[in-house]
């Protein structure tokens, strides 16, 4: 019969496998959204995302040619459409009729998921960190990244989906070299959620968090190519 250990073993190989097969679905998830919103997002909608864009963040038009992947990030998951969605969302209910329940509850974990602000406090040779929210409940969190990103510890934003042993990034980190933009960000959330009768942190990160993640000094670390 197998001992304690074996089992411990097994379980742990068990949970890793399946953490493997969530990633996989998660990615396959992730290309299939943007390649929907490459496709079906019409020209006005473009239009309208780039000035929204450029007015929240203080870029030109000009300049938002070098950023077209941090645009398309924020384009797919937090620009609200004229119809009051996301185009992440629209991309969910084009799918109702090829998904089972288990692929809309995967895709769902996508919905929520906000530009927030960590700090990270631990990196791996094989792509994986620790990172530390910051704001409550402060908690640590493990995150898997592709292994040619270069992570590195300190602040940052990013976008991550809870899966079943750690997280997965989504999109770039965006590596913030004065923290006083994130304390901006803080104290700005705390006086709307004052204002707004206890606006909950991630709608507001939804909406604002870009805005605090680019600056001057922001370095852009890509997790997919261009």
């Keep these: 019969m197998p001992n304690e250990a074996d089992s411990l073993l097994d379980f742990h190989e068990f949970k890793e496998k399946k953490q493997r097969l969530?990633?996989?679905?998660a990615s396959n998830i992730y290309e299939m959204a943007r390649e929907y919103?490459?496709?079906?997002?019409?020209?006005?909608?473009?239009?309208?995302?780039?000035?929204?864009?450029?007015?929240?963040?203080?870029?030109?038009?000009?300049?938002?040619?070098?950023?077209?992947?941090?645009?398309?990030?924020?384009?797919?998951?937090d620009y609200k459409t004229i119809s009051g969605k996301?185009?992440?969302?629209?991309?969910?209910y084009s799918r109702q009729q090829q998904w089972t329940e288990p692929d809309?509850?995967?895709g769902a974990l996508f919905l929520t998921a906000a530009l927030e602000p960590v700090e990270i406090t631990e990196v791996h040779s094989d792509g994986e960190f620790k990172a530390r929210h910051l704001a409550?409940?402060?908690?640590?969190?493990q995150i898997k990244a592709a292994a040619s990103m270069n992570v590195s510890k300190g602040c940052a934003f990013l976008r991550k989906?809870?899966?079943?042993?750690?997280?997965?990034?989504?999109?770039?980190?965006?590596?913030?070299?004065?923290?006083e933009r994130i304390d901006m960000l803080l104290k700005d959330y705390k006086k709307a959620a004052l204002e707004q009768n206890g606006l909950a942190w991630r709608t507001y990160l939804k909406e604002n968090s870009m805005k605090y993640a680019f600056s001057p000094d922001v370095q852009t670390l890509h997790s997919h190519s261009d």
């Design 22 to 25: 969530a990633e996989e679905k």
């Design 37 to 77: 919103a490459e496709r079906s997002s019409n020209i006005r909608e473009k239009v309208r995302g780039k000035h929204i864009f450029c007015s929240m963040t203080g870029i030109s038009n000009a300049a938002l040619d070098r950023l077209e992947e941090a645009f398309f990030q924020w384009f797919l998951f």
């Design 86 to 92: 996301t185009i992440f969302h629209t991309f969910l």
């Design 104 to 106: 809309f509850i995967q």
């Design 136 to 141: 409550a409940p402060y908690t640590e969190v």
């Design 161 to 179: 989906i809870p899966l079943l042993t750690k997280e997965m990034l989504v999109g770039d980190i965006f590596v913030v070299n004065t923290p």
